[in-house]
């Protein structure tokens, strides 16, 4: 990719309305731009970071046996009505009437949906379990938005659903779930931890949350050395004040603050008893349809990566979440053919190994490309001037050193792809 087709939107200064660095660098870099309060446009270097972690997301529920399928944005508000939580979710649900007077919803999540697509497949215990997942757009009336794509109103979430004819099966593959968030989250190389928490809004009998280690994090937890522990909200609902600084002091828990990226709920039969989901079991008795389902906020790890890895110059993206592996800057190309020739060689010959690059063809000054990548956090930069055009090599720096390294093309591309 070069940059005069794939444009690169930084800004000199940071945002002075931003209050956490993540949505500093977010603006600042041109991942994003606001378009009104809780909404966002990703511009292509940002969406490039979302399609890596839905990639990753992708690639580990594939493996479990979850398959991808795309739900309305926009739901009826009949099976909200019919699982009572048109009147019990308040003022975050978005209601709206259309021109026949219908009353609909934006969607902030999916279980009535997905309740009623599966009470019209699926009526016996032989076509299950099942696993489903989808990867969109959601919507939330948040009382205050705010941190940039963190607390958003308009957000990318992927959540799957899963059904089965017993409690034994959902139990099985709850943990499934549980470990196939662990490996997403570690894939992501995000510091993280998980916690019991409250079903909310959601219901059912048990969750879990998945929350990533920042100070600027909503949530408090209270961990033990390892790291394991529960939602504050959670601790407070379950004990007594009294008993619950026992239990710190006693424990020796740590309170941290979380952002919470991930949450998975045993449903149970909530919403196949409030909708009516029957199947017929091998007895030809029936029973309600037990079912989980697993959240991750796709838009809201982006800003939580960024919490964990910047530095004074920006962003510092770990490996699999970079946008590009490696950005080689041109100076004076513009101005000089011998260095274009010689650039769009080397372009050519990293892209032949398989390098995902950008390729800075900018008629900028060296000093202000850098500190552009730099913001943006790729973690390898190559550089080429007139000096590396006549000695047949290329100056190598990576984002997190200062010093730069000369070497012969051969070296670099064994060096990169090993890291
Ligand atoms: P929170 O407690 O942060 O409001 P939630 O518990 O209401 O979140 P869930 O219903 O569990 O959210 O949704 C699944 C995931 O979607 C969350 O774990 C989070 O990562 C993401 N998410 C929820 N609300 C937002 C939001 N307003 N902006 C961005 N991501 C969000
Ligand atoms: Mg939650």
Request: aromatic share 10%; with cysteine; proline share 3%.
């Amino acid at each position: 990719m070069k940059v005069s087709t794939f444009p690169i939107f930084t800004l000199k200064d940071a945002p002075a309305d931003a209050e956490i660095i993540s949505h500093k660098l977010m603006i600042q870099s041109g991942m994003i731009r606001k378009l009104s309060s809780g909404q966002y446009s990703w511009l292509p270097i940002g969406l490039k970071v979302i399609s890596k972690i839905e990639n990753i997301i992708r690639n580990e529920l594939n493996a479990i046996g979850c398959r991808e399928i795309l739900m309305p944005f926009i739901q009826p508000a009949e099976l909200w009505k019919e699982s009572g939580r048109w009147d019990q979710y308040g003022p975050e649900l978005l209601r709206f009437k259309d021109r026949n007077d219908r009353d609909f919803c934006f969607g902030p999540t999916f279980e009535e949906v997905i309740t009623d697509l599966i009470r019209n497949e699926v009526s016996s215990y032989k076509q299950l379990p099942l696993n489903l997942f989808q990867i969109s757009t959601k919507f939330r009336d948040e009382i205050r938005p705010r941190f940039g794509v963190m607390r958003a109103r308009e957000f990318i979430m992927k959540d799957a659903y899963s059904f089965h004819s017993n409690q034994k099966c959902l139990d099985e593959t709850y943990d499934i779930y549980k470990l196939a968030y662990t490996n997403i989250f570690k894939k992501l190389m995000l510091d993280f931890t998980i916690v019991d928490a409250d079903s909310g809004n959601i219901g059912g009998s048990k969750s879990n949350e998945f929350h990533v280690i920042a100070d600027t994090g909503e949530d408090d937890l209270l961990l033990d050395e390892s790291l394991n522990g529960m939602n504050l909200e959670i601790a407070k609902i379950k004990y007594s004040e009294d008993d619950l600084n026992k239990i710190i002091k006693k424990s020796g828990l740590i309170h941290k603050k979380g952002i919470e990226v991930g949450h998975i709920f045993k449903l149970g039969k909530k919403y196949s008893e409030s909708m009516k989901a029957k199947i017929t079991l091998k007895d030809s008795s029936m029973t309600n349809i037990f079912m989980g389902c697993y959240g991750i906020g796709v838009t809201r790890i982006v800003a939580a990566a960024i919490e964990q890895n910047h530095d004074d110059s920006g962003i510092v993206w770990p490996q699999s979440l970079s946008p590009f592996q490696v950005v080689l800057i041109e100076i004076d190309g513009a101005k000089n053919e011998q260095v274009r020739m010689y650039s769009q060689k080397i372009y050519n010959e990293l892209c032949a190994s398989n390098i995902d690059i950008i390729y800075d063809d900018r008629d900028l000054k060296m000093g202000s490309k850098i500190k552009d990548w730099e913001l943006l956090g790729i973690p390898h930069m190559i550089i080429i001037g007139k000096k590396e055009t006549e000695n047949n090599n290329v100056v190598y720096k990576s984002r997190l050193s200062k010093d730069k390294k000369e070497f012969a093309l051969d070296k670099l591309i064994e060096k990169i792809s090993k890291s």
